[in-house]
């Protein structure tokens, strides 16, 4: 308000229509009348990456300037807010048989593509799991964005994998044509880690008691498979799929038991 604002949400997951609780999606009755933008505007079983992303966040944010607003960008989801302050890359975008060949990139190192490589986390696969699909990732010609891609952030490799592929240049190599027309001030907040990490028990134990498994029982009932869609590979709603789906099968053998469902939030957490 004293900013004459509106807001402008920058995270991934608020964008998927249905997934509140797990998103941590501001109620309506708590945004005091304050329009807020790019909340429920995708369906979860959808494609909605940085760039869409990019093209409905300048619509709403030329909307907002143009009425004399402030456009107030908010959320933490780095790729999202790298496109928007920096500029889009030229990469070229996915293609389900692209991603496909990606996928397969393991081929005969893996026996079976980067599927295979995900299964193959132990100390007894050498050259196998991560550091071998990383590897892969290097040898295809992007060692940069391997040596720094997150660990297990197999969906980011993937997509790197695709694009080397594809395009024969690393992800690197695609940069920000032209600048942006607007002027940010970013504020960034931090926490001590501790309280960060108390703050995150606290928010998977709300989440739980909430509604969040039934928010991926939804998304399954829909068809969506466990890390299929960016909503379905999303921290929290990836792993209660994987619980509710894995609950489903061993119905028959009785309800889940309290520590069950205690494993699945220190999981989580």
């Not at 900013?3 to 005091?32: M, T, W, Y």
């Not at 061993?250 to 205690?262: F, T, V």
């Amino acid at each position: 308000t004293a900013l004459n604002g509106e807001i402008v949400s920058a995270d991934s997951v608020q964008v998927f229509e249905g997934l509140d609780v797990g998103a941590s999606k501001l109620p309506v009755h708590e945004r005091c009348g304050i329009p807020h933008h790019l909340l429920d505007v995708a369906d979860p079983s959808t494609e909605f990456g940085a760039g869409e992303f990019y093209t409905h966040a300048l619509e709403a944010i030329e909307s907002i300037v143009s009425r004399g607003k402030t456009p107030i960008v908010v959320g933490g989801t780095g790729m999202y807010l790298r496109w928007l302050i920096s500029g889009k890359p030229p990469t070229p975008p996915s293609e389900p048989q692209a991603a496909a060949r990606a996928k397969e990139a393991g081929g005969a190192a893996a026996g079976g593509g980067m599927d295979r490589l995900k299964k193959m986390q132990t100390a007894d696969d050498v050259g196998n799991g991560w550091a071998g699909a990383v590897r892969l990732l290097a040898d295809a010609g992007d060692p940069e964005t391997a040596k720094r891609l997150a660990e297990n952030d197999w969906y980011r490799l993937e997509r790197a994998m695709e694009i080397v592929q594809t395009s024969g240049r690393p992800v690197g190599s695609f940069k920000p044509e032209g600048e942006s027309p607007y002027d940010f001030k970013c504020v960034v907040l931090t926490s001590p880690r501790v309280q960060l990490y108390r703050r995150v028990d606290t928010r998977v134990e709300h989440m739980v008691r909430d509604g969040m498994l039934e928010e991926a029982a939804m998304m399954l009932s829909m068809g969506i498979a466990p890390g299929s869609t960016p909503a379905a590979r999303s921290i929290g709603y990836r792993q209660a799929m994987d619980f509710v789906e894995r609950r489903a099968a061993a119905a028959a053998s009785g309800p889940c038991r309290p520590e069950e469902l205690l494993e699945f939030v220190e999981t989580t957490q």
